[in-house]
C-alpha cells in the first residue's frame, strides 16, 4: 500500500518557535510538495522539490524554508512560528509518466495551532 | 442533487440518490485533471482521474466527465451513501507540468 507519512497529526508551539514537519513517501517518487489548507481557501502550494536537493517556492513561502537531503523525504521548516501560520499542512508526492504528470498522493496532514 | 463548485459549495442529497458536484476551470492548457474527496481532519484520497485527450472515465459508482469546450469538470456519483458525506475538489495541472491547481471544493452531505 502506497504511502505518504507525515510525522506529526497534531503539533501545538509558541510563537517564535521553530518547527520541523516532516514527511516521507514510499513510492520513489520524484515531485514533492507542501501544501497549507484553510477554510475558504483551498490548497495552497508552499514550496515544492523536483529532485533531491532542488526546490521550488510556490504560492506562499513567506515565512517558510524546506529541506530534501533525500529522495523520500521532505521537510517544512518554519523559522520562528506566527499565530497567522496555523494552519492544516499537507504533505503531497507524485511522479512523471509518459503520459504526462502522475497521480498527486496526499498524507493524512499536521495540523499545527501556533498560540 | 447538482451543486455548481465554487459558487454552491454545498451540496444535500438523499442517500440512494445520484450526485453530480461540479468544477470549472479556465486555463485552456489544463491537460491533466483528478477529484478527490476528503473527510474531515483527513488527508485528501483519489476518486478518479482523467486527462484531456478524454471526455468520459468511469470507476465504481464514480464517472467524471470533461467538457473542454466550455472548460468544465463533472464527478457523478451513483446511488449516493452515507460514507459518501464528505468535500469534494477538483485538480488540475496545466502544459504538462508537475504543478497542481486546486478548487475550494463542495462539501456534500448525504441524508439517510
Known amino acids: 500500500d502506497v504511502k505518504v507519512t507525515q510525522s506529526s497529526r497534531y503539533l501545538v508551539k509558541r510563537t517564535g518557535e521553530k518547527v520541523f514537519l516532516e514527511c516521507v513517501q514510499d513510492m520513489d517518487h520524484e515531485n514533492m510538495f507542501w501544501y497549507r489548507q484553510d477554510p475558504g481557501l483551498g490548497l495552497r502550494l508552499i514550496y515544492f522539490?523536483?529532485?533531491?536537493?532542488?526546490?521550488e517556492k510556490g504560492d506562499i513561502p513567506e515565512g517558510y524554508s524546506v529541506s530534501r537531503e533525500k529522495k523520500e523525504r521532505f521537510s517544512l521548516i518554519l523559522e520562528s512560528a506566527s499565530t497567522n501560520q496555523t494552519s492544516m499542512y499537507l504533505c503531497?508526492?507524485?511522479?512523471?509518466?509518459?503520459?504526462?504528470?502522475?497521480?498527486?498522493?496526499f498524507g493524512e496532514g499536521s495540523r499545527l495551532t501556533v498560540l | 442533487g447538482e451543486s455548481v463548485g465554487l459558487h454552491l459549495p454545498t451540496l444535500s442529497v438523499q442517500e440512494g440518490d445520484n450526485s453530480i458536484i461540479n468544477c470549472a476551470y479556465s486555463?485552456?492548457?489544463?491537460?491533466?485533471f483528478i477529484w478527490y474527496k476528503q473527510e474531515s481532519g483527513k488527508g485528501p484520497q483519489f476518486i478518479i482521474d482523467i486527462r484531456s485527450n478524454m471526455d468520459k472515465r468511469q470507476g465504481q459508482r464514480v464517472t467524471v466527465l470533461l467538457n473542454k469546450t466550455v472548460k468544465h469538470l463533472s464527478l457523478q456519483i451513483a446511488a449516493t451513501q452515507p460514507g459518501d458525506s464528505a468535500v469534494y475538489f477538483c485538480?488540475?495541472?496545466?502544459?504538462?507540468?508537475?504543478?497542481?491547481?486546486f478548487g475550494t471544493g463542495t462539501s456534500l452531505t448525504v441524508i439517510p
Open positions: 522539490s523536483y529532485d533531491v536537493k532542488m526546490k
Open positions: 503531497a508526492s507524485s511522479s512523471y509518466l509518459w503520459e504526462g504528470p502522475g497521480e498527486l498522493f
Open positions: 485538480a488540475e495541472t496545466r502544459n504538462y507540468g508537475n504543478q497542481f491547481y
Open positions: 486555463n485552456s492548457a489544463s491537460d491533466y
